[in-house]
């Protein structure tokens, strides 16, 4: 496993299964010992969010930084007061779920300069079988059109390529060529191959460090 920056962004396209690893990586750090915070800065979609699982990981003792507004209709929820004092807090780790898209990444500008005075961990989660990055091509457009808008330097990518209870890890290699392709464009590492424990045990061996093992605790991604 990498070793874990002070702040994590999860950034992807719609659908991507950002917010699921988002969840579980701010359990493992928890696991690590670490203070965590997770903030919820999805203004995207309404549905699917670190917000649903709140109390589950309060019960874990992390703690979750969300608009007052979130799971609501109003169209515009504001940032809450409290983002900002992830960065004045130099003892607890941090973990961003960032909206789909380059919509959902465009409010990250908002703490720009916050974020340039921190070494981060930027991943681009990526999932090939999503229609719009299926392929080489639409993975490059994603990943350029939401690294431009978040104003953030992407560290390395991560394969999460599923398809809910039909994922295997056939399809999981199938996205990880794409993935190494991707990386090899975007001079990028690829930090993590991500599935259920089940999914990732038929890997063959040579995947076996850059595995990282997702549990289902919101009803989205497999």
Known sequence: MREPKRITVFLGYYGSGKTELAVNYALYLKKLGKEVT?????????????????????????????SAYANTNLENPALPAEVASVFEEKDRYVVFDVGGGEDGAIPLGRYHLEFSQEVCDVFFVFNARRLMTADLAGALEAYAEIAAVSRLAVT????????????????????????EALAERT?????????KPEVLADLPPRYREMEFPIHCYINLIF
């Open 38 to 66: 997770i903030v919820d800065y999805d203004f995207v979609n309404p549905y699917y969010r670190t917000y649903d699982v709140k109390e589950m990981l309060a019960q874990n003792g992390i703690s979750v930084i969300a």
């Open 156 to 179: 390395a990518i991560i394969n999460n390529t599923h398809l809910k209870e039909e994922t295997d890890a056939a399809m999981l290699l199938e996205g990880q060529e794409i993935a």
């Open 187 to 195: 001079h990028l590492p690829i930090a993590y191959l991500s599935g």
